[in-house]
């Protein structure tokens, strides 16, 4: 209840400030706080995906697009009242929905009594992996992840559509956004190494901890705007030049598409992860490495792309 | 499992793997033979799924191997095989077209990655017909609704750029009231397989979740197949987006919502539940006729030939929601013919533009005088196009407006007909205005040199316009389709 009063009161600030830099920052601590929140009700994962995107590196991108812009908001023309009016019956409607919703937690549940008491018995021997989380979004449900590996390609590719690929890189140590900081810069060497290495410990460890690929992409991107930040545009771009990101993000959902076709060649469904090998779990093992590779790989490729296509344009203008 | 019983899934990965594809490739006309390649592979696909299911089967595909509830499933049915039959044959023609009017509209360093948009849009929309599965559709729906934005601000007018944004704000919203939807659904029966809640629902359909499940699905598909007043974002959008994207949109789009709007309806929470608890025929009636009639009068106002057939298309999908409204059997029969119809009228009509655009570089009225002169074919092509829009004997949209007329007379709402008949007289005269100023008019100076469309433009053009009098004629292909698939569909409606 705390952690929700404080989401309405983060949620009304963020309307009522005009100064857009807070307003991203408040956008931080609200994801922050919904990721307490999934913490909270035990789902450890969507947490972690919270806390590192939401809180963690849609901030930097914010903060990047809002490097282009004003900092200050225009007063909006228009009268509020008509989107009040829709808030207002919008939230009434969801509040008349929870009168007959089962309570949180409630064992007797549809949720917790149809197909999830399947997952719990089957997915140790099915898909044989002690993170059911994991075994539901990359094997029961791998169809969806998919989807979802191509809904981040998708936004990659719109940016660069629409701000096109900043081709070549310009190597101009020093020039960045915040100046020469000795101490920042320190600090940014010391961490940089462990976030890289912690990246690849939740990319592999997604079987049986919380994590994966979504995670694991987001905080190998993390390590590199991190650097770019702190020691200027041209050195992180040397290791991953702009001209590749986008080949790199197609690449990972070829990967996971891969899979999915060489499981139809082998004669059975699309996905179907037992095709990989003789012994069915253990070709749903190596399925879901895979696949979460090629999740990692888009992610982090889409991350960067957006990171650069709006940093590499405030710079040259 | 032969390549065969692939056939569901491949209809949408084949599109969806070709994105990646042409992002790779880099090269325009590379990227564009893959997607050519996509595109009419999907399409040969999907008559085989139209074949097998014609007679009324239904086709289920376990994604993953995993058996639904706790997989996913694809499941094709006459209805569903139907619309995909529509989204492919639009995109296959529309590609043939695309090379030559891309390379004049899209930078060409951006082609590549603006054909792997094309394919994710239709990747999208081809899943969402597809899916068995109700949080799936959300998925496709993100796929589709997210390239659709993408390739809407590639306009070559700025204002393309806040069409889309205005876009990506509604459509934002309808996608989250869609969520919510599911989630609520979720919730209440423990499953998102669509069978599965199907026969779930009925034990629960009292609780007020499942009602605010009902009424946030309703605003989210409302949104997105522009149900008046919902439909603001659409004439811009369509306006101002590049030529191929309007003409696949316009042609597709609002039809897959039309779509996902039946299937949830009817299939998910059962026309009982739907409409007589919720008696959203009652929502949807006014909605259709005011759509029907203040659509088709804003259309006659439009100097952007792009943004009149825009407004027009809101009017259609008034018809195409009264069929829909009057919830008999030959009311969605009507309607679903309709949505085919329309999609063959839009497709031939946005085409005509298309190789007006590629030739002019403008689609204002005032700029077209005496253009048929010149361009006899392509305006031709538009005129037998819109022929089919107003409804005259022969051209498919008689057929669709025939079946409707009769629809409201078999319920007993006589006084539909006029509504109807004033809507079909309001597109004789949006149209006639277009007649009257590229036929009859002086030529504008400015035209003299111009010449015909190539035939790359003209080709498809022609094609998507004689469908229109193919199937006016041979009406018995579609109706004896859209009725199987309206008898599997309603089951047990009368």
């Given at each position: 209840m705390t952690l929700l009063g404080f989401l309405v009161l983060i949620a009304v600030a963020a309307i009522r400030l005009r100064d857009l830099f807070a307003v991203v920052m408040l956008f931080g601590v609200y994801s922050l706080l919904t990721a307490a929140l999934f913490m909270n009700l035990d789902a450890v994962d969507v947490a972690f995906t919270e806390a590192a995107v939401g809180a963690g590196v849609s901030t930097v991108l914010m903060l990047s697009g809002l490097h282009l812009t004003s900092r200050w908001e225009q007063r909006p023309k228009r009268s509020p009242l008509l989107p009040l009016l829709v808030v207002g019956v919008t939230g009434a409607v969801l509040v008349h929905a929870m009168l007959d919703a089962p309570f949180v937690g409630d064992p007797q549940a549809p949720v917790q009594t149809h197909v999830t008491p399947y997952y719990i018995a089957n997915a140790p021997v099915e898909?044989?992996?002690?993170?059911m989380v994991t075994a539901v979004l990359a094997s029961y449900r791998g169809y969806d992840t998919f989807g979802e590996t191509v809904v981040i390609f998708t936004a990659g590719l719109a940016v660069m559509l629409l701000l096109g690929i900043q081709q070549g890189t310009h190597n101009r140590p020093g020039l960045n956004a915040i100046g020469d900081q000795l101490v920042l810069r320190s600090v940014v060497k010391l961490l940089v190494p462990a976030i890289l290495l912690y990246a690849l410990y939740v990319q592999f460890h997604g079987d049986f901890g919380a994590g994966g690929g979504f995670q694991a992409g987001v905080i190998f991107a993390t390590g590199f705007v991190l650097y770019d930040l702190a020691f200027g545009e041209g050195d992180a771009r040397t290791v991953v030049p702009p001209g590749w990101l986008h080949r790199l993000a197609a690449l990972g959902v070829l990967i996971y598409g891969g899979v999915g076709v060489y499981a139809l060649l082998a004669g059975k469904p699309f996905l179907d992860y037992s095709a990989l090998s003789a012994d069915p779990v253990a070709g749903q093992h190596l399925g879901v490495l895979l696949v979460e590779l090629g999740v990692g790989i888009t992610v982090f490729a889409v991350i960067l792309t957006i990171f650069y296509a709006f940093s590499g344009r405030g710079r040259r203008a | 499992m032969t390549l065969f019983e692939h056939l569901p899934v491949l209809v949408v990965i084949i599109p969806l793997l070709a994105a990646p594809l042409c992002v790779l490739l880099d090269r325009p006309v590379l990227a564009w033979l893959a997607a050519l390649l996509a595109s009419w592979a999907t399409f040969a696909a999907t008559i085989g799924l139209v074949a097998q299911t014609a007679s009324g089967e239904t086709i289920s595909y376990y994604l993953g191997g995993w058996a639904p509830p706790w997989g996913i499933e694809y499941r094709i049915d006459t209805l569903a095989a139907y619309v995909l039959l529509i989204v492919s044959g639009i995109a296959a023609v529309v590609m043939l077209a695309a090379r030559t009017s891309v390379a004049k509209e899209i930078p060409a360093d951006r082609a590549a990655r603006f054909y792997a948009a094309l394919m994710l849009a239709m990747a999208g929309l081809m899943g969402i017909v597809a899916t068995g599965d109700a949080f799936n559709v959300f998925v496709f729906l993100e796929i589709s609704s997210l390239s659709t934005y993408a390739l809407i601000s590639m306009?070559?007018?700025?204002r393309a750029l806040y069409a889309a944004f205005q876009y990506l704000v509604m459509g934002t919203i309808g996608a989250t009231f869609i969520l919510i939807g599911i989630g609520f659904l979720y919730m209440m029966t423990g499953t998102l397989n669509m069978a599965d809640l199907a026969a779930r629902l009925p034990a629960v359909s009292n609780a007020a979740t499942i009602s605010a499940a009902f009424a946030f699905l309703t605003v989210g598909i409302g949104l997105k197949l522009a149900l008046f007043p919902l439909h603001l974002w659409l004439p811009n959008a369509y306006a101002y987006a590049p030529s191929m994207v309007s003409v696949f949109l316009a042609a597709t789009a609002t039809k897959v919502a039309v779509y996902l709007m039946l299937r949830f309806v009817f299939?998910?929470?059962g026309h009982e539940f739907s409409l007589e608890q919720m008696a959203l025929h009652y929502v949807l009636l006014p909605l259709a006729v005011v759509a029907i009639l203040s659509a088709s009068l804003v259309a006659v106002f439009q100097q952007d030939l792009k943004r009149m057939l825009a407004y027009s298309s809101v009017a259609q999908i008034g018809y195409i929601l009264l069929g829909l409204a009057l919830m008999s059997p030959e009311g969605v029969t009507a309607a679903l013919l309709h949505v085919f119809n329309h999609a063959l009228m839009k497709g031939a009509l946005f085409m005509a533009l298309a190789a007006v655009m590629w030739r002019v570089g403008s689609v204002q009225l005032t700029d077209l005088a005496g253009l048929g002169r010149y361009m006899p074919w392509t305006l031709g092509a538009f005129v037998i196009g819109a022929l089919s829009l107003i409804g005259v004997p022969l051209t498919a949209g008689f057929v669709s407006k025939w079946y409707l007329v009769t629809a409201a007379i078999d319920a007993g709402w006589w006084w539909l007909i006029p509504v109807i008949a004033v809507g079909s007289l309001l597109a004789v005269i949006y149209v006639w205005r277009v007649v009257e100023v590229v036929w009859f008019r002086p030529p504008n100076p400015a035209l003299v040199d111009q010449r015909e469309a190539p035939l790359s433009l003209l080709g498809p053009t022609w094609a998507l316009a004689l469908a229109n009098l193919y199937f006016g004629i041979h009406a018995d292909l579609t109706t004896g389709t859209a009725e199987t698939a309206v008898a599997s569909l309603l089951g047990g409606l009368r």
């Open positions: 898909v044989g992996m002690p993170n | 306009g070559r007018d700025r299939t998910v929470f």
